[in-house]
């Protein structure tokens, strides 16, 4: 068995871990542990344990290396990122303790999801902004109004239009949304600004009522 560079694409050490060098399928995944570790933290909102998601994850991981296509993939370690994030996504659907809707008072109403620019319209508060002479700090969700919108949620939106949502609050862009739910990037982006809208003009008339 040959020793292992950590500077080594991550193609070549699976290309020696397909050739019987097993001891590699342990340094992998040791080398991304950290991502599904943090990945675990970002999801963690949608209800399920972190240390289940963090199982979870390294199941998704095993999977990335055990499946991965050189000549149809992405790079390993954007493949893993996806593998990651579909199961543990899975196995927050399939779990009991799943909330229906992430929207609680610990949320910050402006804060932008990660990987996204400063300048897109995005960011909760434009999600749900109300009135334009309104002050900001009156749409701050209290518990209350976050049971009203998660009602809304749940009987206002599509099964897809909800999970698009759970992710999209996860700090996801609707690329990788588009990529762990399956679905082209267009009706995933289609189904975010539809949900946006929606939950927009409710909040607006509950607020202005």
Excluded: W
């Excluded at 804060?111 to 909760?124: F, I, R």
């Amino acid at each position: 068995m040959g020793t292992i560079d950590r500077d080594e694409t991550d193609e070549n050490l699976i290309g020696r871990l397909r050739e019987g060098e097993s001891q590699i399928m342990d340094f992998i995944m040791d080398k991304y542990k950290d991502m599904v570790k943090a990945k675990a933290g970002t999801m963690y909102i949608l209800g399920a344990d972190r240390d289940d998601l963090i199982q979870e994850g390294m199941i998704g991981l095993f999977k990335a290396i055990r499946d991965y296509d050189f000549g149809r993939d992405a790079s390993f370690k954007t493949f893993a990122d996806l593998c990651i994030s579909r199961q543990m996504y899975s196995a927050i659907q399939a779990s009991s303790r799943k909330k229906h809707t992430p929207l609680n008072g610990y949320i910050s109403l402006y804060a932008k999801p990660y990987g996204q620019e400063e300048d897109t319209n995005s960011s909760l508060d434009q999600i749900l902004e109300s009135t334009k002479d309104r002050d900001p700090e009156e749409l701050i969700i209290d518990q209350e109004n976050a049971r009203i919108i998660e009602e809304f949620i749940e009987t206002g939106l599509s099964e897809f239009e909800k999970q698009v949502l759970e992710l999209y609050m996860t700090g996801m862009g609707y690329v990788e949304i588009a990529g762990i739910l399956g679905k082209d990037e267009k009706s995933t982006d289609n189904a975010l600004q539809r949900t946006k809208s929606k939950i927009r003009k409710f909040v607006d008339k509950s607020m202005n009522k």
